[in-house]
């Protein structure tokens, strides 16, 4: 059985227990073990961080210790799966870069706040993950996000959509989910999800976030399946 950390807090308007409560059905559905702790200090033994299979952060914003970053980012690098949503994990620890760097996007801001209606356009052919999803309507906060070229992009959706300084620009499509590599550990971004009922209006956001949070937890057996080490992406300078 497939072993799950969610760790829970930050601003309270994201609903992080709810979605976080959310996510742990869904995965339970699919035989794993979920375990939801509302602190940091979860991430502190790194030996028993070892032997998960996927971690989900629910923390918007923020702060961390530098060791619990650390930890998360030894672990994902050797297997262990990262996935997360909103801003429960691309905007969470705005200090950390390390954190930025591991999950591959940082939210910087939401034009016209919630309430925006919006398309997200499935990159078809992309990913095995998008297979047989359709593009789908969306009313929530339509974030914009600073993204690491490196990510491969499963969904977008187009800027501007209000009326603001960045209109001075031209209209770009907007990564919404996207996956990644840390290492041997698989990470997936989803940046739908503001308030928990988003996944109920919007079932494919549902289907993609499960979609996305089952693959990056494969990740660690697939290392240990073909006996890959994560020695070639190490280097003998302290990076963080």
């Known amino acids: 059985m497939k072993k799950v950390l969610i760790f829970v807090g930050g601003w309270d308007g994201h609903e992080p227990m709810l979605v976080s409560q959310r996510f742990k059905r869904l995965l339970e559905n699919h035989n794993m073990e979920v375990d939801?702790?509302?602190?940091?200090?979860?991430l502190a033994d790194i030996e028993k961080l070892r032997t998960l299979d996927l971690i989900i952060p629910h923390w918007t914003m923020g702060t961390i210790e530098r060791d619990y970053v650390n930890n998360i980012c030894t672990v994902v690098g050797?297997?262990?799966?990262?996935?997360?949503?909103?801003?429960?994990?691309?905007?969470?620890?705005r200090q950390s870069t390390n954190w930025q760097f591991m999950t591959g996007g940082q939210w910087v801001s939401h034009?016209?706040?919630?309430?925006?209606?919006?398309?997200?356009n499935i990159c078809k052919g992309s990913s095995p993950l998008v297979e047989g999803l359709e593009d789908f309507p969306v009313c929530s906060e339509h974030y914009y996000l600073h993204i690491d070229p490196a990510v491969e992009v499963l969904?977008?959706?187009?800027?501007?959509?209000?009326?603001?300084?960045h209109c001075a620009n031209k209209p770009v499509?907007?990564?919404?989910?996207?996956?990644?590599?840390?290492?041997?550990?698989?990470v997936f971004y989803c940046s739908l999800g503001h308030h928990d009922d988003v996944f109920d209006k919007s079932p494919n956001a549902q289907e993609l976030m499960l979609r996305g949070m089952l693959w990056a937890a494969e990740g660690r057996q697939y290392a240990i399946d073909h006996n890959l080490s994560v020695e070639p992406y190490l280097n003998s300078a302290k990076m963080y």
């Open 36 to 42: 939801i702790q509302e602190n940091q200090e979860c």
């Open 173 to 186: 499509d907007m990564p919404v989910a996207w996956t990644k590599y840390w290492g041997l550990g698989r």
């Open 111 to 120: 034009p016209g706040g919630d309430g925006q209606n919006y398309m997200v």
């Open 78 to 93: 050797e297997g262990v799966g990262l996935a997360g949503n909103h801003g429960g994990m691309c905007d969470a620890f």
């Open 155 to 165: 969904a977008t959706t187009r800027f501007p959509l209000v009326n603001y300084y």
